[in-house]
């Protein structure tokens, strides 16, 4: 169970590693299956850890879509804001209305630097709006190969950090 609490760990981190895609709910009921995943990797069972990807991809493509939105129109670099990066040591958001506050000072803090290095806005929209297509069209490019590879990864450092499980393709 030790080592099925790490590995559960791990394959989360491994997809979201900022905790920008997935709330807390996501999480809690992922949590249902942290000290299972020994058994069923001894079983030969990948149900879960596709079963998480499959929800982690559905997340991931809403904040795409949320954010390709968002560069639609300018921010309002008026309004003084925060933004944390170190998530770390910060809890999984809990509603969509958080990770969206999130993603929208994500992207106001980035054309911010870029505005302050002297980019204009339309430069940072066109930059912006690459990367988040991009991005969607990797996540649509996933095949099981690669669920596999992120899962066994997560299995394998979970034993040795310098370890890797390399997908065929790989």
Known sequence: DSLSSVIFDKYISALDPNKEYFLKADID???????????????????????????????????VAYALAL?????????EEELNYDRDEMQWRETEAEVEDFWRKKIKS????????????????????????N??????QHVP??????????????FDPHTSYFSPVS
């Open 29 to 63: 009921y992922f949590e249902k299956y942290r000290y299972r995943l020994d058994d069923d990797i001894r079983q030969g069972n990948l149900d879960v850890p596709f079963q998480i990807f499959r929800i982690y991809k559905e997340r991931a493509n809403d904040r």
């Open 71 to 79: 560069i639609e129109t300018e921010p309002d670099y008026s309004i």
């Open 110 to 133: 980035t054309t911010l630097n870029w505005k302050l290095s002297g980019k204009e806005w339309e430069d940072s929209k066109e930059i912006l709006d690459k990367r988040y297509r």
């Open 135 to 140: 991005f969607e069209k990797g996540l649509s």
């Open 145 to 158: 190969e690669d669920v596999y590879e992120i899962y066994m990864n997560a299995f394998t450092e979970s």
